[in-house]
């Protein structure tokens, strides 16, 4: 396996070989807290930066099957009428200046009856808050959780972020399972053996990233009712909220907020395919006002006058993106996601090295095991993913990172067509690699 790309040089410095004393009358160090934590092979970015650094410059084009972004694609662009909206706030000259901390009150006043569809209860404005995106908005709420001696339960496999953010933050991280053999269910036994009186919340993923599964409502009504029980919290992360093609409908875990507190966090970065334009939320559900009463809510108010705000043209496009974008928009983007589980679910099931327990539903990913034994000058799944950037430039991510060595991340949001090319260089790869039985 090939060492990591190296970065020394880049500030024109061409020895890093620096002796302490040369470092003796400067008065800065990094943090300890950033010192201990290696965290840039933990985050996603990290470790493809790291995968893709084997790829042979002069080799095949590059097939993206480790990424969360398909905007690159003709075929994932995002809607006319999303494209619009973003226009029509520049273009007005009225949205050049700050917004409020907590977001403009029309655009969390729609997200707001947006998020309430299908619940027992109505949102309002005043429960959203506006994020650069999901993942500011994963940081806020573990910043506000940040006590001393806290710890938090994470998904195993899970999205790593939450993991390298609690590192940075003091928050110890436990893990608990999902079941492969259950339709990556959670291990709900596990909840009770993992958690104590320091347990402040647990991280739910649905739909699944990067399973691939949606919980169903009967699994979900347990899930809450032992987080009661626990006294938690639910941190439920629905990035990828509505993005199903399978047989089981998206249910919301605010849906159950009446049973135990709950912050959604989501974003319009998914359904609408726009990564890029950084506009997320976070939705208190709390009903019974367990979150306003132990002052969650109101630390999540305090936080966010001091964290950047979400560019204020995109808060002002969410009423016409959401409001406005035609079903069909949607129901092209989920059939041809749908098409894309299939190849990628079928195209996997005919190579003896990789096993995927169960066909994706929705998201955009699906875990992959591999079979180390069938394969020959491969260790683990580090190895497989930077030999196979290095031999076929395909990209995969390793599962080590998202908890489950030996696995990999294959994303399918992709055109179909590169899709079935990738497979057709995994299934070389694969052959080349095999052991000769």
């Known amino acids: 396996m090939a060492e990591p790309m190296q970065l020394n040089g880049c500030n024109g410095i061409k020895n890093e070989n620096l002796q302490a004393e040369d470092l003796s009358k400067w008065n800065f160090r990094p943090s300890e807290a950033v010192k201990g934590c290696s965290h840039d092979m933990v985050g996603i970015r990290g470790v493809l930066d790291y995968v893709m650094s084997h790829l042979n410059p002069i080799g095949k084009s590059k097939i993206p099957l480790g990424h969360g972004d398909p905007s690159g694609f003709d075929c994932f662009r995002t809607s006319i009428v999303a494209e619009d909206a973003l226009v029509e706030a520049i273009r007005s000259g009225k949205y050049n200046g700050y917004p409020p901390a907590v977001g403009l009150p029309q655009s969390r006043r729609v997200v707001a009856d947006y998020l309430s569809h299908g619940m027992p209860f109505k949102l309002s404005e005043d429960d959203v808050f506006l994020t650069c995106g999901c993942s500011q908005a994963i940081d806020v709420v573990l910043s506000v959780l940040a006590r001393e001696g806290a710890n938090i339960l994470l998904p195993r496999p899970g999205f790593p972020a939450y993991e390298a953010l609690m590192a940075y933050k003091g928050i110890e991280a436990r893990h608990y399972d999902l079941v492969p053999e259950r339709g990556w269910e959670i291990n709900l036994d ?77 974003s319009i970065s998914k359904k609408w395919m726009v990564p890029g ?3 997320g939320w976070i939705a208190t559900c ?80 699906v875990m992959v095991k591999i079979n180390i034994s069938g394969l020959v000058d491969i260790r683990d799944d580090i190895e497989f993913s930077a030999m196979l950037a290095k031999e076929e430039s395909v990209i995969v991510l ?34 080349r690699h095999a052991k000769n039985t």
């Not at 739909?207 to 032992?226: M, Q, R, Y």
């Not at 875990?253 to 009446?258: K, P, V």
């Not at 390793?398 to 995994?426: C, H, M, N, Q």
Request: charged share 20%; aromatic share 8%; with cysteine.
């Open 190 to 266: 596990q909840l009770h053996a993992i958690a104590d009186s320091n347990t402040v919340a647990m991280v739910i993923i649905n739909p699944s990233n990067p399973c691939g599964t949606i919980f169903t409502h009967d699994h979900l009504t347990k899930v809450a009712e032992t987080a009661k029980r626990l006294g938690l919290l639910i941190i439920s992360d629905e990035v990828y909220a509505h993005i199903v093609f399978g047989e089981k409908p998206f249910i919301p875990m605010g849906f159950f907020a009446s049973t135990v507190p709950v912050l959604t966090l989501g």
């Open 277 to 279: 334009w950084r506009i």
């Open 286 to 365: 709390d009903p019974d006002g367990i979150l306003r009463k132990s002052q969650i809510t109101e630390g999540i108010k305090k936080l966010m006058n001091i964290v950047v705000d979400p560019a204020t043209i995109a808060q002002a496009a969410i009423p016409q993106i959401i409001e406005k974008t035609p079903k069909d928009f949607f129901q092209q983007t989920l059939q041809l996601l749908g098409h894309a589980a299939d190849i990628c679910y079928d195209r996997i099931q005919k190579l003896d090295v990789l096993y995927c327990p169960a066909k994706p539903e929705g998201s955009m990913f």
């Open 398 to 431: 390793p599962g080590s990172p998202l908890g489950l060595k030996y696995w990999i991340r294959v994303t399918f949001a992709i055109s179909p067509s590169v899709l079935e090319e990738g497979f057709d260089r995994i299934a070389a790869f694969c052959m």
